[in-house]
């Protein structure tokens, strides 16, 4: 790996790492100043989350797809497209993300019943996921504004205004379910304001920027040609997106299954496991826009020798990482001390579990990334079915209620049905070098 390779990939991978870890890192102060209340505002606002999870992911998907089809535009010098991708994306996310999450926000409460959560989940639950999904429409129009500053270069200033304004969620939210005793419910709005200062305020930065990026809604035509490249894209990692997250909530309802302590075990290891992974989640970013840019210059040379230079810094940065998720688990006392003993012991020694397979999670993150920026989208869809709904949940029930190894089989149905078959079919694609082809037009790479 060049020293001019190792540049390119911090100069994105850095700045989208410490952003997300810091949301991450914030989100995981939120869960602890919820989790004053007690297990049972862990457990349900945890549930909640992972609904927004789903969408989140979902969406951000058009993000991906913007930085894809953007990227190639500016491998190919065209400041131009890069505008009207950049416009048009803008404005098609945030309708659909609109679309989506005005039905949840009226139907919280029924939707955490109709899916089989506790009373007591529903309860605290609802009011907080009817506010916090409002939330959605706005991370997505941040999403793709910095999909285009990373497109160009500019990966530092989405970071900084996500530091400054995501600063005042635990400040708000602390505010708010504590001496104003709005509850759980007072965290939602607090991530309401901040995520919607954030938004509005990248959107604003990034059409009146020096680098030749303009809001340029394209005409109807063009419009259409370039929904007509995004969706083919774009539509398979939605639906992947969707099966994983998705497998993520039945995974959470498997661990409610077993009891409230059981759940919160499941939320509190999944804030701490997020804050580390996503350490590392910038490598996925920069997987995907760099090698987005040498398909557009039709590098196949480079391409190769960015992406295998991506995978093995994916490699450090998950042993590292991981390293210090698993001694994480040792704090978990002294972030949880209102839980029970038994949802404390049970925490640490799940995190040590999860921490082993870092290495293997990160990779399978970059080479999603790797995937994507060559258009392979329906090959990542087709891996997650697999490994979600033929292998991990059904492998997670048998080891939890066959078995009667309770979470542990979950955790370890999860770990080995998902991640352990997902790298293998991961590295056996990117070998086969299948999963993208150097076309002289756009269209074309898309297709």
């Not at 001019?4 to 869960?31: C, D, M, Y």
């Not at 930085?67 to 991708?85: F, K, P, Q, T």
């Not at 996500?162 to 600063?167: E, N, P, R």
Request: proline residues 4%; contains cysteine; hydrophobic residues 55%.
């Amino acid at each position: 790996m060049t020293l001019k390779t190792r540049h390119e990939i911090f100069r994105i991978a850095l700045p989208v790492s410490l952003e997300s870890a810091f949301q991450l890192g914030l989100g995981l102060l939120n869960q602890v100043i919820v989790g004053v209340l007690g297990t049972a505002a862990i457990a349900a606002v945890g549930l909640a989350n992972n609904v927004l999870f789903i969408g989140t992911l979902g969406f951000n998907t058009l993000a991906a797809g913007c930085a894809i089809l953007a990227s190639r535009a500016y491998g190919r010098g065209d400041l131009a497209a890069v505008s009207h991708i950049a416009s048009l994306s803008l404005l098609f996310a945030t309708a659909l993300s609109l679309l989506l999450s005005l039905p949840v926000a009226f139907l919280a409460s029924p939707f955490l019943h109709g899916v089989g959560a506790s009373t007591e989940v529903v309860r605290i639950g609802g009011p907080y996921l009817a506010l916090v999904v409002l939330t959605l429409p706005l991370t997505t129009l941040s999403a793709v504004s910095s999909a285009v500053f990373r497109t160009l270069g500019q990966a530092r200033l989405p970071m900084l205004v996500t530091l400054g304004s995501v600063a005042l969620t635990p400040l708000l939210a602390w505010l708010l379910v504590l001496p104003l005793g709005l509850g759980a419910t007072g965290a939602a709005v607090a991530a309401l304001v901040t995520q919607g200062l954030r938004g509005l305020l990248l959107c604003v930065l990034l059409f009146s920027s020096r680098w030749g990026v303009r809001w340029s809604f394209p005409g109807l035509l063009e419009a259409r040609q370039i929904l007509g490249q995004m969706i083919p894209l774009v539509l398979p990692l939605f639906i992947t997106e969707l099966v994983f997250s998705g497998g993520s909530f039945l995974f959470a309802l498997l661990f409610d299954r077993l009891g409230t302590q059981a759940l919160a075990v499941f939320q509190i290891v999944n804030a701490l496991e997020g804050l580390f992974i996503t350490a590392s989640v910038g490598l996925n970013v920069a997987a995907t826009i760099l090698i987005a840019r040498f398909i557009g210059q039709r590098d196949e040379s480079g391409l190769w020798h960015m992406a295998r230079s991506i995978w093995r810094l994916a490699l450090m940065s998950g042993s590292g990482f991981g390293l210090l998720f698993g001694l994480m688990g040792l704090l978990i006392p002294l972030l949880y001390p209102h839980t029970s003993p038994q949802v404390q012991s049970w925490a640490t020694l799940a995190v040590v579990l999860n921490a082993l397979f870092q290495p293997v999670k990160v990779s399978n993150m970059v080479f999603f990334g790797i995937l994507s920026s060559g258009g392979d989208t329906r090959y990542l869809l087709l891996s997650d079915v697999i490994t979600v709904f033929l292998v991990g949940l059904p492998l997670a029930y048998f080891l939890a209620f066959g078995l009667g190894l309770g979470l542990w089989g979950i955790f370890l149905g999860r770990l080995l049905g998902e991640e352990l078959v997902r790298i293998s079919m991961f590295v056996w694609r990117y070998r086969s070098r299948r999963w993208y082809s150097l076309e002289p037009s756009l269209a074309a790479e898309v297709t």
